[in-house]
């Protein structure tokens, strides 16, 4: 049941922030929908601190009034997670985006929640160093780390979850803590860091972070592999993987996405379920690297390997899949995106892909499919028309037994894009008994459950 608004709220908010609080319509809309199929829910008011001091006052008044509180980064969501569902405060953090120092001897970065991930790629730019952690669009570093979030270089980097050092963060009685430390490691007590680190928010309002750093290699080469099919473009992921070979990237485009980024990006690769690939290392290395993967692209039907060792190409073969869901969306006229990902053990990843192509076709669906292969983690980027409610209850049935597939074989109904509303009646057959620990967890901290309600826990 939606909460009703309590006035004192907005008053005791504008005493505090004073211009720095609306109740505008059309900023409350903007901050009432991701880049996500679900309808908008707008919050009841905005405000945008400028610290962490002023978030745990916020929340503070939004404690007493027990008033929902979204949290609110870049809006690049794509499951619902900054929906209002219950209406309330949502505190928009991109005022806070400060990088507070970067440290290069001890190869860390301590950023505000606001700062974007592109704001620490040109903070770093020329120092040796790189914040490897990156989703396909311009996301907040705090909503980063609320969705767990990964990207292009997971396979070899990890993701969020390995990549936080500390942070800060306002509780929901506006308490502020900080977590872990700046070692590379420790064995003091609960690891409160991989708490909040995927919580979206439900458990509190992370407003600081120390992130790692990792050197840039000597030399980066990349590659595209083009293959007859899907199953033998991931076998060769898969091979590589179990090898041994330290690759930085690898990416699975189908034959459709190969399609729409052709079209979008004035690119000519072929139209074929292709690998991306990236190495780094020295320039040695990485010819034997590239050989090696050669060699076991060939075992699996290899059509074609092109190098790309020049700056620019690289750049803007990494730019093309970058553009792979705008790209996606291009293909249908006023078509609308319904992004969805699972992750398998890279031993099922073969047969999950092929089966949803199955599907796919079955279901008369426009779904182009990339992917993390290397760390079994697939989307599909669904286009549907969103006035066509036949089209878009098939989109959601495919969705359905796509998360099935997965879950069947011992995956995760998401590996990177998070449950927020979107996903979130797989918990219960993902996680079984487990989720009430997950529920006991929250009771502990927001025993009012005014942290992003109706999120995460079903």
């Known amino acids: 049941m939606e909460k009703q608004f309590n006035q004192a709220v907005f008053e005791e908010l504008k005493s505090l922030l004073q211009d720095r609080v609306t109740s505008e319509t059309n900023i409350r809309n903007e901050h009432g929908v991701g880049y996500s199929y679900h309808a908008c829910t707008p919050p009841d008011c905005v405000v945008f601190p400028k610290n962490t001091e002023e978030v745990a006052e916020i929340v503070k008044i939004c404690a007493k009034y027990k008033t929902p509180i979204v949290p609110f980064g870049a809006g690049t969501s794509l499951e619902g997670h900054i929906l209002a ?14 990088i507070i120092e970067i440290n290069t001897d001890d190869m860390y970065v301590t950023v505000e929640s606001g700062v974007t991930r592109n704001q620490i790629d040109e903070a770093l730019e020329g120092s040796g160093f790189f914040f490897p952690i990156g989703p396909g669009v311009n996301a907040t570093i705090g909503g980063m780390a609320s969705t767990r979030a990964s990207g292009t270089n997971a396979v070899r980097y990890g993701t969020m979850k390995d990549n936080v050092l500390t942070l800060k963060a306002v509780l929901p009685n506006g308490d502020i803590i900080q977590t872990g430390s700046k070692a590379k490691k420790s064995s003091a007590g609960y690891d409160l860091t991989r708490l909040l680190v995927g919580a979206e928010g439900t458990l509190g309002v992370i407003t600081e972070l120390t992130l790692k750093l990792h050197s ?30 330290p690759i930085a990237k690898i990416e699975l485009l189908d034959d459709q996405m190969m399609r729409a980024i052709n079209l979008y990006s004035a690119l000519s690769y072929a139209e074929k379920p292709t690998l991306f690939l990236e190495f780094g290392g020295s320039k040695a290395e990485l010819e034997e690297q590239i050989r090696k993967v050669e060699e076991i692209a060939n075992e699996y039907g290899l059509i074609e390997f092109l190098w790309e060792k020049g700056e620019e190409n690289r750049k803007k073969l990494w730019r093309a899949r970058t553009d792979a869901a705008p790209a996606s969306v291009a293909l249908k006229e006023d078509g609308k995106l319904m992004s969805t990902d699972v992750c398998v053990p890279i031993s099922k990843l073969a047969k999950c892909i092929v089966d949803t192509q199955i599907d796919i076709a079955e279901s008369n669906i426009l779904a182009p499919i990339l992917g993390h292969v ?85």
């Not at 569902?85 to 400060?98: F, R, T, Y």
């Not at 998070?418 to 927001?446: C, S, W, Y």
């Open 85 to 98: 569902l219950e209406g309330g405060v949502c505190i928009d953090l991109s005022k806070m985006n400060n």
């Open 374 to 458: 290397g760390d079994g983690n697939f989307h599909l980027t669904i286009v549907i028309d969103p006035n066509d409610v036949n089209e878009f209850e098939r989109a959601k049935a495919l969705n359905e037994r796509l998360v099935k597939r997965a879950l069947d074989v011992g995956g995760t109904c998401t590996g990177e894009h998070g449950v927020g509303v979107g996903k979130l009646h797989f918990m219960q057959p993902e996680h079984g008994d487990a989720l009430n620990m997950m529920r006991t967890i929250k009771r502990a901290i927001d025993p009012d459950n005014i942290m992003n309600p109706g999120k995460l826990l079903p």
């Open 216 to 245: 840039y290699p000597e030399a980066i080469f990349a590659a595209v592999c083009s293959f007859p099919s899907v199953e033998l473009a991931v076998k060769t992921a898969i091979k590589t993987i179990q090898k041994g070979i």
